[in-house]
């Protein structure tokens, strides 16, 4: 009922730039907190950022000062723009959205997952 689309992952040479995107569609009243995580090989998965409806960013020590996340609450979409990429960035990037179905009921969703590979 619920999808969270992304896009914008690749491969990008170190100190290089990419921004994703997630979009959540479908049926609900409201979509809380919006964040993304990453999983490199051999590694689990962890924070990278979230950000609330008109709430203050939090980011994980690695990525701060050189993430920034952003979301368009009327399109129900969260960005990630990355700057000055490492190769230890290497992961699978996943969306992850609170979604109010109903003033009640709440679920967590997750997106499909994009690649983003920094290497020369």
């Known amino acids: 009922q619920v999808q969270l689309v992304e896009s914008g992952g690749g491969l990008v040479q170190p100190g290089g730039s990419l921004t994703l995107s997630c979009a959540a569609s479908?049926?609900?009243?409201?979509?809380?907190?919006m964040g993304w995580y990453r999983q490199a090989p051999g590694k689990q998965r962890e924070l990278v950022a979230r950000?609330?409806?008109?709430?203050?960013?939090n980011y994980a020590d690695s990525v701060k000062g050189r993430f920034t996340i952003s979301r368009d609450n009327a399109k129900n979409t969260v960005y990630l723009q990355m700057n000055n990429l490492r190769p230890e960035d290497t992961a699978v990037y996943y969306c992850?959205?609170?979604?109010?179905?109903?003033?009640?009921?709440?679920?967590?969703?997750w997106g499909q997952g994009t690649q983003v590979t920094v290497s020369s």
């Open positions: 992850n959205a609170d979604v109010a179905l109903t003033w009640y009921n709440n679920r967590a969703y």
């Open positions: 479908g049926s609900f009243y409201n979509v809380n907190i």
């Open positions: 950000l609330s409806s008109g709430g203050s960013p």
